[in-house]
C-alpha cells in the first residue's frame, strides 16, 4: 500500500515540475491548442513539418508595448511570409478581446487566447493574475479582461517544433526585427 502511494504521490507531481522548466534553445517544444480571435480553435501540430512556428507571449492586449510588439510584427508580415514562419501571439486575454485588438490595429496574424496560462507555463513563461482595462475604440467604451498577465517572451520553434530562438528579455518595438536578425544570421532552420 505504501508503494502506491508514493507512485500516486510521484505521478501527480512530475507534471507540475516540467512546468517550471524554461524551454531552451534545442528542446522540443510542446504541442499546444487554444481559441483564436475569431474563436476558433488553433492547434500548433498543423505547421509541423510545413512552417517555421514564431510564438511570441505578451502581457496584455492594447496596451502600449504590446501594441507596439504587434505592430512590428504586422508591418515586417511580407519579411515573415518569405521566411515561411507563421506567426502566432499569445495572451491571457479573452479571445473578444484578441478580436478587437486584431481589428483595431489592422493586425494580420493570430492571436491565441491562454485564459488559464496553460500554453505559458508549457513553454516556462511566468505568468501572474490576470486583470482588466478599459479600452475606447472608435468612440466606444470596451472592458477586456484576462485570465492570467505573462511576461514578455519570444520562441521561434523549427518545423520539426524544437526551439531555434529564445528571447526572455524581449524590447517589444524591436521583437520582430531581432528574430529576422536572428535568421538572416542563422540560415539553417
Known amino acids: 500500500m505504501n508503494k502506491i502511494f508514493h507512485l500516486l504521490c510521484a505521478g501527480l507531481a512530475f507534471p507540475f515540475t516540467l512546468q517550471l522548466h524554461a524551454l531552451e534553445v534545442g528542446d522540443r517544444a510542446p504541442d499546444f491548442q487554444a481559441i483564436d480571435d475569431d474563436g476558433k480553435k488553433?492547434?500548433?501540430?498543423?505547421?509541423r513539418g510545413k512552417k517555421l512556428l514564431l510564438v511570441y507571449f505578451y502581457p496584455a492586449a492594447m496596451t502600449g508595448g504590446c501594441t507596439k510588439q504587434a505592430c512590428a510584427f504586422r508591418n515586417d508580415r511580407a519579411k515573415w511570409k518569405e521566411k515561411e514562419v507563421e506567426v502566432v501571439g499569445v495572451s491571457g486575454d479573452e479571445h473578444q478581446n484578441l478580436a478587437l485588438f486584431k481589428r483595431a490595429e489592422g493586425l494580420n496574424f493570430t492571436l491565441l487566447s491562454d485564459l488559464d496560462g496553460k500554453i505559458a507555463r508549457a513553454f516556462g513563461v511566468p505568468a501572474g493574475k490576470g486583470g482588466s482595462i478599459d479600452r475606447f475604440v472608435k468612440g466606444e467604451k470596451f472592458t477586456l479582461n484576462r485570465g492570467v498577465t505573462t511576461k514578455r517572451w519570444t520562441f521561434l520553434l523549427s518545423k520539426e517544433g524544437n526551439?531555434?530562438?529564445?528571447?526572455?528579455?524581449?524590447?517589444?518595438?524591436?521583437?520582430?526585427?531581432?528574430?529576422?536578425?536572428?535568421?538572416?544570421?542563422?540560415?539553417?532552420?
Open 42 to 47: 488553433w492547434e500548433s501540430k498543423y505547421f
Open 163 to 189: 526551439v531555434l530562438y529564445k528571447n526572455d528579455k524581449v524590447q517589444a518595438a524591436r521583437d520582430s526585427e531581432m528574430v529576422l536578425g536572428f535568421l538572416d544570421k542563422d540560415k539553417s532552420p
